[in-house]
């Protein structure tokens, strides 16, 4: 089965440093890949997401995913955070083979401090 | 084009009522979900439909029913609520050839 893990629950960074935020995956193919963004009290929107082809993937708002097969990994970057940023981000991963289920992680919430 | 509707946007309910939370898009995707989010376990599909007539459960289906008879609504029936159903729910559309999910606002439930 499909897993995806989200190792840091709470991440606080100062406005206009880097970002990093970390995701693994658990698949036995390709999988597809996606970050969400979830503002308070709001629904999800898509940052960005990973089907095939280059590893490095741009997103909206600035951010930008690496697909790492070799780490199972799918880290979320962004060079300078804005206060804006402030959220809850959500890392998913889906079947390539019909399946339609879309499984997430349990999310990492980003607070920025002046 | 409103895209992903939910209502209501909050709701409480006594253990035992029961109530149906509505979703519904404009956007003709075939492909509608349902997904409860609790504090520290992220997001959990309930129920999916990938077309009108067509409904299968997700990971955490029991307590809740759906169906689909038009392909712009996705219901979603608690029959007998429960306070373990207190959760904020999520509908989520997309195309069944476009894997990208578009989700509706949320609908907070408190079950007392």
């Known amino acids: 089965a499909q897993s995806v893990t989200q190792p840091d629950i709470h991440i606080t960074v100062s406005e206009g440093a880097s970002l990093e935020l970390r995701c693994n995956y658990s698949y036995g193919a390709t999988p597809y890949l996606f970050w969400y963004v979830q503002s308070p009290g709001q629904g999800l929107q898509l940052l960005l997401k990973y089907f095939s082809g280059d590893t490095l993937v741009q997103g909206i708002k600035g951010f930008e995913a690496e697909f790492k097969r070799s780490q199972s990994s799918f880290n979320l970057r962004k060079p300078s955070v804005h206060w804006s940023d402030a959220a809850e981000y959500f890392c998913?991963?889906?079947?390539?083979?019909?399946?339609?289920?879309?499984?997430f992680g349990t999310g990492t919430r980003l607070t920025i401090i002046p | 084009n409103a895209g992903v509707t939910q209502t209501p946007k909050f709701q409480v309910l006594k253990t035992g009522q029961s109530m149906t939370l509505q979703c519904a898009q404009d956007?003709?995707?075939?492909?509608m979900s349902w997904y409860r989010q609790d504090p520290g376990m992220g997001l959990r599909l309930i129920h999916y439909?990938?077309?009108?007539?067509?409904?299968d459960q997700g990971e955490v289906p029991n307590g809740y029913n759906v169906s689909r008879s038009t392909t712009e609504d996705f219901p979603l029936r608690l029959l007998s609520a429960a306070p373990s159903q207190t959760s904020v729910y999520f509908c989520?559309?997309?195309?069944?050839?476009?894997?990208?999910?578009?989700f509706g606002p949320g609908t907070r439930l408190t079950v007392t």
């Open positions: 439909s990938v077309g009108a007539g067509i409904t």
């Open positions: 998913a991963v889906g079947s390539t083979f019909g399946n339609e289920k879309l499984t």
């Open positions: 956007m003709n995707h075939e492909y």
């Open positions: 989520a559309t997309r195309r069944l050839d476009v894997y990208e999910q578009y």
